[in-house]
């Protein structure tokens, strides 16, 4: 690049717009917003249905569990309880008893966490089987399109040397005093985003396919063999769990980097496609 | 700073605002029929999608004797209440009968001693229960197979229908009386089967004596217990709320094969 032409008329900083997202990277993007919060609350009404967890082929009531939200009640009234491998935490209020019209109820996770609201195991999994069926196929598009376009090669896959440990600690230091690249460097993703979205798109979301048509007897007899990867119904659906949770732990760090490193400018970039840099001016 | 606090009470009062409405919309939404029939439509593309994975015979997974769980959980009815099952099960199921009618050549009335002499298969399964749990019992019956085939089906028969002696809710019409449904491909399936025995033993009450059905591929509410008829249909629209079954009848799939 020669920067030898010097133009007047310009003065510094200034703010130019980039081309930031693709339009089926936007689209994929809001359809899995959709997709995963109808996924994530009809599945905790799922759960509530039977709200203890196991490991191995078989596990219900009275075989050993792995996590369990529960009530019990005493003297003046019931109280909600977690209990993970032996540890017993009271919950009351959230999980196990929560309030539901103004009354303290018996349900696993609270109304306002679960589709539908009240308890209704046959209608959440129509919403769950419904909702899964669209983000497979939104996760094919997406996957498809990514290959294809390079955007994985050339957006997600880190760089050598983004991968050493001086690059990643020096990124994590900046991260934690919230410093985020500016100019030049804010056109790309930095090497914890890359890692993270990776992780996100190649480990867990296939992770919660797969457990999920483990836990379903009719994939069970047409794939024995993920019954054994994930060492049997049960633990596929303690996995299912654990992995949402980490899931909703993404959305939670995500949401709050777009906020920190400008709301805005984030949002609109993923609906608009245009992203904000600010140039500091050719250096003299 | 006027305007960041405008910005910032907006913003929270819209992040309130929009919760809530999604909190109720969804209810709203969740009885609304025609958003019911979207959502049903993942049904039938379910069935279709693992129909064509599993082809008609790929078998569910069968256990060691090891393998077996220590405790069975009883589900739905633990014992019928009626004055009619109370005698069936006083005198052993001795006067007990299996009718099979409807769209068959031959209708028939087995008994239990009938049933053992058939062909039995015995066979350590996975009972997955809608809610999530799991168990795995040991059963031994006779293929539904070889039973429809000593009846022989009409060739407008489609459906299998399991009328049962237990009540699960107590209406003054008989529509809390439980019944199953099951389609050809399923009937014929290996692993389908009529079971007499669990664990070695004679059906308890609880598991569904005399007779229950097996259809390993599908969910536990698939598994009729304390079965006293089967009907061969050619559609079942016109029994209880006409979805095939009580569950279904009360909203769950029927095909329950996820």
Redesign the interface.
């Known amino acids: 690049m020669n920067e030898t032409t010097i133009n007047d008329t310009v003065r510094y900083p200034r703010t130019v717009f980039i081309r930031r997202h693709s339009i089926i990277i936007r689209f994929t993007h809001w359809l899995n917003v959709l997709c995963l919060s109808f996924l994530l609350m009809s599945g905790l009404q799922i759960f509530n249905a039977h709200p203890e967890l196991y490991w191995g082929h078989y596990g219900a009531d009275g075989d050993p569990a792995v996590l369990t939200i529960g009530s019990e009640s005493q003297g003046d009234g019931s109280h909600g309880f977690a209990r993970v491998a032996g540890l017993q935490v009271p919950t009351t209020g959230v999980l196990g008893v929560s309030n539901v019209d103004g009354e303290p109820t018996s349900r696993a996770f609270p109304a306002w966490a679960t589709i539908p609201s009240f308890q209704d195991l046959a209608a959440g999994r129509r919403w769950h089987f419904f909702f899964a069926w669209l983000f497979l196929i939104n996760g094919i598009l997406y996957l498809g399109f990514s290959l294809i376009s390079g955007h994985f090669r050339r957006d997600l896959t880190p760089t050598t040397e983004e991968l050493s440990p001086r690059h990643l600690g020096r990124e994590i230091i900046d991260h934690a005093l919230l410093r985020f690249p500016k100019g030049e460097e804010a056109k790309r993703y930095n090497a914890l985003q890359k890692l993270t979205y990776l992780s996100v798109i190649v480990v867990l979301l296939p992770l919660m396919i797969l457990t999920g048509l483990t836990m379903s007897p009719g994939v069970d007899a047409a794939f024995p063999w993920l019954v054994d990867v994930f060492g049997g119904r049960q633990s596929a659906r303690t996995i299912h769990f654990i992995t949402a949770s980490f899931l909703v732990l993404f959305v939670i760090v995500h949401v709050a980097m777009v906020v920190l490193s400008g709301t805005w400018n984030n949002i609109r970039s993923m609906i608009t496609g245009r992203y904000a840099i600010q140039e500091q001016g050719p250096k003299s | 700073m006027s305007h960041f606090l405008t910005r910032r009470r907006f913003l929270i009062g819209g992040t309130l605002g929009a ?1 809530a409405l999604t ?2 919309g ?2 709203m939404l ?1 009885q609304n029929a025609d958003v ?1 029939t ?6 039938r ?2 069935m279709k999608a ?1 129909r064509l ?3 008609r015979d ?4 069968e ?1 060691g004797e090891t ?1 077996i ?5 009883v589900n739905g009815t633990s014992a019928p209440d009626s004055d009619e099952y109370a005698e069936l099960a006083d005198g052993q199921f001795a006067s007990w009968r299996l009718k099979i009618d409807g769209l068959v050549n031959r209708p028939m009335a087995f008994s239990l001693a009938d049933l053992k002499l058939m062909t039995a298969r015995t066979q350590i399964t ?1 009972h ?9 019992g040991k059963w031994t019956g006779v293929p539904l197979w070889v039973v429809l085939g000593s009846v022989g089906l009409k060739p407008t028969a489609r459906y299998v229908v399991f009328h049962c002696a237990d009540e699960l809710e107590k209406t003054l019409d008989g529509s809390g009386r439980y019944y199953e449904s099951i389609d050809l491909v399923d009937a014929h399936h290996p692993q389908t089967i009529l079971a007499y025995q669990m664990n070695g033993q004679d059906l308890s009450i609880g598991h569904g004596a005399p007779l229950r059905l097996r259809v ?4 536990g509410y698939k598994h009729a217990k304390y079965i006293m008829r089967i009907e061969i249909v050619d559609s079942f629209s016109s029994m209880g709320a006409g979805n095939g079954g009580y ?1 279904e009848d ?4 029927w095909y329950a ?2």
Do not use: K
């Not at chain 2, 390993?216 to 969910?219: C, F, G, M």
């Open positions: 919760s909190l109720s969804c209810d969740d019911a979207v959502l049903r439509s993942a049904e593309l379910t693992q994975l599993q082809g790929a078998l569910a997974r256990f393998d769980s220590p405790s069975f959980r996975r997955d229960c809608v809610e999530g749990w799991s168990a795995i390993e591929r599908q969910l569950w009360r909203g769950y799939e094969g996820i």
